[in-house]
């Protein structure tokens, strides 16, 4: 493969966002913590009918930015799938599966001496250092039988400042982003009406922006959220024509005050979304 494509990492960006039992993705697996579409070369394919793989070199600044050296970047995924196609990680058992099946996934990257990221969390800390080596790894696994999904997986990315330590100049402190979510559904009426529930936590290390955030250094350095909800769908015609409603509560770690004392803040969010495709 050649070319610019979506970069295999954590399954749930890999998930399609019309194959979702939720409105939308988890945030810290399935937008802070993933790998954006990038320009390389790769290859993949399959082992024994149940191992999938994927390796690629890439740009690593991401197709919106040219890379400004001539370092690369390399990604790679393994997947496993012993009773057979698992299908969608997040879209639950729309198929009403009789046998049990199970997948179990991991990858890894490594970005070498990266200028951008479209990931806010990400260019935040580039932005600081000047330029950034990126480490990252997740695990996941899951199962779907007789109208039950289940599935959960965890991510961790490293950031470390690029320059040499010959320039003489103050390295940047490293940052760390830990995410994880579990999602859980079953189908009520078989491939028709469905029930879901998922909880999600991520945590930014943020050792180099504490100055520029009173709540950051009230609460030790650490940004992020955890989030709980619940959702239903209805499929008239599979993911194709259906409507989904969800309810989630955020809690943002150090993002309230009360009485000049820094608390977390909670929100709840009511969402429906009907979607058809032709």
């Not at 991991?106 to 330029?131: E, H, M, P, W």
């Not at 599935?151 to 830990?178: C, I, M, N, W």
Request: charged share 20%; net charge positive.
């Amino acid at each position: 493969r050649v070319g610019t494509w979506k970069q295999r990492f954590t399954e749930s960006h890999s998930n399609s966002s019309g194959k979702l039992q939720m409105v939308d993705r988890a945030r810290g697996t399935g937008n802070l913590g993933r790998i954006e579409r990038d320009t390389g070369l790769g290859i993949n394919g399959k082992l024994f009918k149940m191992l999938s793989y994927e390796a690629a070199i890439i740009n690593g600044n991401t197709r919106k930015a040219p890379s400004a050296n001539r370092n690369q970047s390399f990604v790679g995924s393994l997947k496993i799938e012993p009773f057979g196609k698992f299908g969608a990680a997040y879209e639950g058992d729309i198929k009403n599966s009789k046998k049990l099946k199970v997948m179990a996934m991991a990858a890894g990257f490594y970005k070498d001496n990266v200028t951008f990221s479209t990931r806010g969390n990400q260019n935040t800390f580039i932005s600081l250092a000047g330029n950034a080596d990126v480490v990252g790894w997740t695990v996941g696994a899951g199962l779907k039988w007789r109208g039950l999904g289940l599935f959960g997986e965890y991510v961790e990315q490293r950031f470390h400042d690029a320059d040499p330590k010959s320039l003489g100049v103050a390295k940047t402190p490293g940052e760390k982003l830990q995410a994880y979510n579990i999602e859980a559904s079953y189908f009520i009426i078989p491939k028709k009406w469905s029930i879901a529930g998922r909880y999600e936590r991520f945590m930014v290390n943020t050792r180099s922006t504490l100055t520029a955030n009173s709540a950051n250094q009230a609460n030790g350095g650490q940004d992020g959220e955890y989030r709980f909800g619940i959702g239903t769908s209805y499929f008239f015609r599979g993911h194709a024509h259906k409507i989904v409603a969800d309810w989630i509560q955020i809690n943002d770690i150090g993002g309230g005050a009360d009485a000049g004392v820094t608390t977390n803040a909670e929100d709840n969010r009511f969402r429906i979304q009907w979607q058809t495709r032709f």
